[in-house]
Antibody, heavy 125, light 113 residues
Framework: EVQLLESGGGLVQPGGSLRLSCAAS????????MSWVRQAPGKGLEWVSG????????YYADSVKGRFTISRDNSKNTLYLQMNSLRAEDTAVYYC??????????????????WGQGTLVTVSS | DIVMTQSPDSLAVSLGERATINCKSS????????????LAWYQQKPGQPPKLLIS???TRESGVPDRFSGSGSGTDFTLTISSLQAEDVAVYYC?????????FGQGTKLEVK
């Protein structure tokens, strides 16, 4: 059974930093692209960042480009999201999501068949 | 970016009745070379992460009840629940995976009347 467990969320001041982690189990982690999808309170879903199975290819939404960095450690089956220069509008539940394929850009990639429970990031002074 | 617009924003349906949710994309998500629509539907119950229900506009994922069906092509899509059950109360999202950034609709909240 696929399991994704996020951690690292919390309250941070504007301009601060936070690193999210997602521990994966139940599948061959290095064979699949992974993504972070966020949901602001009471709002819809936004695809924030994606990374291919090897970590060699990444994607960032314009809203986070230059501030967030996605990475993965396949030896630890763990996905990360380093978030810097945080803003109030980054306040959201951040979900770790598994893609269908090795690369989010593969034909049919960009769909998410497993999700973690999410971790809440609150940016406020 | 492809903008996904769902209608209605909320919907109340009696148990056992049909529920229909619409999704419109700002440009076609039909890839002509393979005739596939790059459109997915998700269900999000309160306090839970989203769950993938349908891919390719009409292909149910494993374990999804057959009362859920998807239809449409190009820019206009529909999710239909043929006979609403209490456990179907949720917010439903469409998503395009035709081009990056992959984008979601704003969601449709489905309740029991």
């Amino acid at each position: 059974e696929v399991q994704l467990l996020e951690s690292g969320g919390g309250l941070v001041q504007p301009g601060g930093s936070l690193r999210l982690s997602c521990a994966a189990s139940g599948f061959t982690f290095s064979s699949y692209a992974m993504s972070w999808v966020r949901q602001a309170p009471g709002k819809g879903l936004e695809w924030v960042s994606g990374i291919c199975g090897s970590g060699g290819s990444t994607y960032y939404a314009d809203s986070v480009k230059g501030r967030f960095t996605i990475s993965r450690d396949n030896s630890k089956n763990t996905l990360y999201l380093q978030m810097n220069s945080l803003r109030a509008e980054d306040t959201a539940v951040y979900y770790c999501a598994k893609d269908f394929f090795y690369n989010w850009n593969d034909d049919g990639g960009g769909r998410f068949d497993s999700w973690g429970q999410g971790t809440l990031v609150t940016v406020s002074s | 970016d492809i903008v996904m617009t769902q209608s209605p924003d909320s919907l109340a349906v009696s148990l056992g009745e049909r529920a229909t949710i619409n999704c419109k994309s700002s440009q076609s998500v039909l890839y002509s070379s393979n005739n596939k629509n790059y459109l997915a539907w998700y269900q999000q119950k309160p306090g839970q992460p989203p769950k993938l229900l349908i891919s390719w506009a009409s292909t149910r994922e494993s374990g999804v009840p057959d009362r859920f069906s998807g239809s449409g092509s190009g820019t206009d899509f529909t999710l239909t629940i043929s006979s609403l059950q209490a456990e179907d109360v949720a917010v439903y999202y469409c998503q395009q995976y035709y081009s990056t950034p992959y984008t979601f609709g704003q969601g449709t909240k489905l309740e029991v009347k």
